[in-house]
């Protein structure tokens, strides 16, 4: 076995494995956290009246989370493939507060999680899709990958911001 066939086969067996269940249950806790921040907050800001520090910080945290929340559902549904309507089921389920966990328990029940990462090519022919090419190239390269999801979580954060909160959307 090659070295890095070691490596992998040594991931791939160690509960401690970032597998996409993981990865996927990992971000739908923290983003189900990140509610709670957000929801605390806004009772510090317009119950107890201590101003906006509150919100600013439990949004912000609660921003972040949601926009890599997406991106990770996109990732592993993009490798599980899910239908793009089930990616979007996944990430709408953000939005709803606390949502993230039963529907991340529902994806486990139905099996939608099982598996490791798309690496290779297999013979099914939706391995044959750009979109599954650049998935597994990304895939081999983890470290592009995470920088890659980072920058554009910065990105798509830092756009949010200047949009500023969506109830000013449009005004």
Known sequence: MA????????ASTSSKALTPRRLYGILAI??????TLLIIGMLLKYVAQI???PV??????HGVIFVAYA???????????????????AVATAIV????IPFDRSLERRGMLEGGWRREKT?????ATWVSAWLRFFLRHPALLSILLVV???????TLLTLGPPTEWGS
């Not at 600013?56 to 945290?61: E, F, K």
């Not at 507060?97 to 993230?100: E, I, R, S």
């Not at 013979?123 to 391995?127: F, G, H, L, S, T």
């Open 3 to 10: 070295p890095s066939e070691t490596s992998s086969a040594i």
């Open 30 to 35: 923290a983003e189900t956290i990140t509610w």
């Open 51 to 53: 101003g906006d520090w």
């Open 56 to 61: 600013t910080i439990g949004g912000g945290t």
């Open 71 to 89: 991106f990770t559902a996109g990732l592993v549904g993009v490798n599980q493939r899910w239908t793009p309507l089930q990616i979007v089921g």
């Open 97 to 100: 507060p606390y949502a993230t």
């Open 123 to 127: 013979d099914d022919p939706r391995d």
């Open 152 to 158: 554009a979580v910065g990105v798509v954060f830092g």
